[in-house]
């Protein structure tokens, strides 16, 4: 499957794309993510000040078909949330890079460690699909 | 388990439709996006893949009356031409199927069934054969199946067969595409006016490349699905089983206690219904099957059978089976959604108006 992957995010086995940028990590769901979802029909995310923690499922996807889980890629604290796509998450499904979910002040920065390379998830993504 | 596939499945690939495993077949569940593909369906034409769907024939003197006896729904006095919605059920009422009987002509009656359904189907009408002076063929492996829905499919269709006139909805005709014999019932699974068309493997195939020539939308099974919901139709596995009767579904109709003698007649007219089959909307969240259906005190009352989020409404929308005893007179519900009630408005009209004749 052709998906879009950009060199300089990280990513998750869970297909969330991460950008870090000092402390803070902004977290979306990646191209292939929105691709195998299909479009893409309701999202619930935490409020800023909840808690996160590495792991653990922060929220909902839901296309027509499905219902997903998201998984946050790193403990610490949401300082922001996307407001414009509650009211149109197809933005996700348009332009999946463009549309983050949640920014995350992060607790533990050797969390970060684990995240996987645009090469690596490229690998990862051929090898279990 | 090796998948079934359709003889369309190399051209769902070109296609490039996204394949996912259904009733023990390889299926097309999405083509470009559900949104699309419903949309085309609802405003202009869309088609439909379905040859995982099983065809039994009945020829004989007695033909009509093996299908009359085993189906709950009248099919001794509908007219030739005539398609005929039903349940099969078992002695005691509960539901083996459901599925569409047509009457082609005297003495000649096919039956369409679910793909899941097909091998449980034929025994338990083959068990219930002696007596009637007909042949009870399974013919699924011969037929392939095309679905045309949409206002525009009488205009696409038409030209395209031998013969076609614009008769009712629920009707039936033998006629010919491109020399080869099709079954063309104007029926279908979206509310929408359509035709299902059966016929060989080489016809249907030649068929479905002309359609794509025609630009009609191909659809997958997930925009089925949200179609048949949007209109309120039931699927088994969903709002039917082994363990329910037709009641449990709101198919009461279909149950036709003055007919002399069916399978199942009697455990029907005499037992009462356990559940009933309930249309809600949600102005927010979108309910799926399972979730709990709870009433103003957030008991449960009930369970979705099947939900989604409408094209149509942009709204969330169930067929919930609430226990018929617990049914609150308040007509509030609530869906239990991750653990949170959502507020859900009982309607008693499809949540969509299709545009069927």
Known sequence: MATNIPANLKYTKEHEWTLIEGDTVTVGIT???????GDIVFLEVPDVGSELKSGSTFGVVESIKSVSDLYSPVSGEVVAKNSDLEGSPERINEDAYGSWLIKVKVKDSSELNNLLTAEQYQEFCNTSH | MTLLKTHLHEEHVKLAAKIVPFAGWD???QYTSVKEEVLAVRNDVGVFDVSHMGEFFLEGKDAEAFADYLVTNDILNAPYGKAIYSPLCRDNGTVIDDLIVYKLSPGRVMICVNASNIEKDFAWMQSRHQGFNCTLVNESANYSLLALQGPRSYAVL???LKELTDTEYYSVVETAFENEQVIVARTGYT?????EIFGSHVAIITLWQKLMSLKVTPCGLAARDVLRLEVGYPLYGHELNDELTPYDAALGWTVKAQKTKFVGKEALVSKPAKNKL??????KGIPREG?????SQHEKIGVVASGTMSVILNKGIALARIEIDKAPQDEVFFIDIRQKPYEAQLVKKPFV???HK
């Open chain 1, 31 to 37: 191209d292939f993510a929105q691709s195998a979802l």
């Open chain 2, 278 to 283: 309930v249309k809600l909307v949600l102005e």
């Open chain 2, 291 to 295: 979730y709990s259906v709870l009433n």
């Open chain 2, 158 to 160: 038409a030209p395209l």
């Open chain 2, 27 to 29: 299926m097309p569940v």
């Open chain 2, 353 to 355: 108006t299709g545009g």
């Open chain 2, 191 to 195: 509310g929408e006016d359509g035709f």
